[in-house]
């Protein structure tokens, strides 16, 4: 089979009128900046009320090999690294549990991309475990805590063929991959794509379709201030909403701001600015159907709470016993703390689950996953729903 998606893309998903571009960056110019908040604000409020989300969940690093080198990437090990590694299926169960342990509804399977099509290692250490795909260990190991245990699997798996999301479907309640950006000169020498198959833009917009016409509730999002235009951030939000208007699958929008750290090749590279961020999100909320959660992550910006009058309704993941493995500097929020922050702002901090109610359908989630949920409706419905969102 294909490494990578074999749905054909129509020229609509990615060709992003320069003059709608324009618009929305002179919207953006021309705007002060506590105005398009404001702006923003209003549209999140008219939709989402004064509740502003998260979802507590545990992560599992299933692999931190992969066959791309992004340059700003501190999850990656290179197979010759000691610490590279599949994790086993004792080791998936055992976070699990730990996981559910501590109240968390959702286990977030993250990993690498493909490693196994690039490197004899992971292939050999797959094979060992009776694979010859990472998708299809993910598979199991998403099989695996189904029947072991209560939580709801959310896979993130990077680019993914139609055949292989539909498979991983019938698994997970929710999938995602960060668009990133839809800059192709990222992927020049010297960029911070550069040699990375799966982070060129068409390859990530395939799987955003096949996620789309496979009816997967999907989260995706852009990644600002790793060498991208302002016009291409624009093109970026607006294709995602192209892609949605088409499909209408995803649930979530995150912007997440570039982060510096030691050891990394971008380690010189300015990081985008409080201001920067909080012209971003407004944008999107501006840009965006109404009914897609933006979310940003709490723990890369320690003004994080002013977010909130940028426009956004949701933090992302909030874990009470696994680390950030992508940014694992930067330590999560103490959810009580991020409660009273959330209240003072005006607002009520509320859990949910990694499947949005509006995606609770026959359409969009497989009969194992409706049963999962219905099974242990009590332990995973305790949240007030945002008010707006089931009527939308
Ligand atoms: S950011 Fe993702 S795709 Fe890029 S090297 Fe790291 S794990 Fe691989």
Redesign the pocket.
């Known amino acids: 089979m294909a490494n990578l998606s074999s749905v054909i893309i129509n020229k609509e998903f990615y060709d992003i009128d320069k003059s709608e571009i324009d618009t929305y960056k002179r919207v953006a110019f021309n705007t002060p900046l506590s105005e398009l908040m404001q702006r923003a604000s209003k549209k999140r409020d008219a939709y989402w009320g004064k509740m502003i989300t998260y979802s507590k969940k545990v992560f599992v690093p299933l692999t931190?090999m992969?066959?791309?080198?992004?340059s700003?990437?501190?999850?990656?090990k290179h197979p010759d690294d000691p610490e590279a590694k599949i994790m086993s299926p004792d080791e998936v169960l055992k976070s699990a549990r730990k996981g559910e342990n501590s109240g968390c509804k959702e286990l977030l399977f993250s990993?690498?991309?493909k490693p196994e099509k690039r490197y004899a290692k992971p292939k050999k250490a797959l094979a060992a475990l009776g694979y010859s795909t990472m998708t299809d260990y993910l598979y199991d190991m998403c099989k695996l805590v189904i029947g072991e245990t209560s939580l709801l699997p959310h896979v993130n798996a990077?680019t993914l063929s139609e055949y292989e999301l539909k498979k991983l479907k019938n698994v997970s309640a929710s999938m995602g991959m960060m668009l990133e950006t839809t800059s192709k000169r990222l992927n020049k020498k010297g960029e911070a794509?550069y040699a990375?198959p799966?982070?060129v833009p068409i390859q990530r917009i395939r799987t955003l379709v096949a996620a789309g016409s496979s009816k997967v509730p999907f989260t995706t999002g852009i990644l600002i201030g790793i060498g991208e235009t302002f016009d291409e951030r624009i093109e970026a939000l607006l294709l995602l909403e192209k892609i949605n208007n088409r499909y209408g699958h995803i649930q979530e929008v995150i912007i997440q701001n570039f982060q510096r750290k030691p050891n990394i090749e971008m380690a010189e590279h300015p990081e985008p600015s409080l201001n920067d961020m909080l012209q971003t999100i407004a944008l999107a909320r501006i840009i965006l159907s109404p009914s897609i959660s933006i979310q940003a992550p709490p723990n890369l910006e320690q003004e994080h709470i002013e977010y909130i009058d940028a426009g956004i309704n949701d933090w992302g993941g909030i874990s009470p016993v696994t680390k950030d493995f992508?940014n694992p500097q930067h330590p999560w929020p103490n959810i009580d703390a991020l409660a009273t922050m959330v209240r003072n702002a005006g607002f009520e901090l509320g859990e949910r689950l990694t499947v949005y109610p509006k995606f609770n359908t026959r359409q969009f989630l497989s009969p194992t996953i409706s049963a999962h949920i219905s099974k242990s409706a009590n332990k995973l419905h305790p949240i007030d729903k945002p008010k707006k969102l089931e009527s939308a």
């Open positions: 931190n992969c066959r791309d080198t992004c700003y990437c501190t999850f990656v990993l690498g991309e990077g794509h990375c799966d982070k992508i």
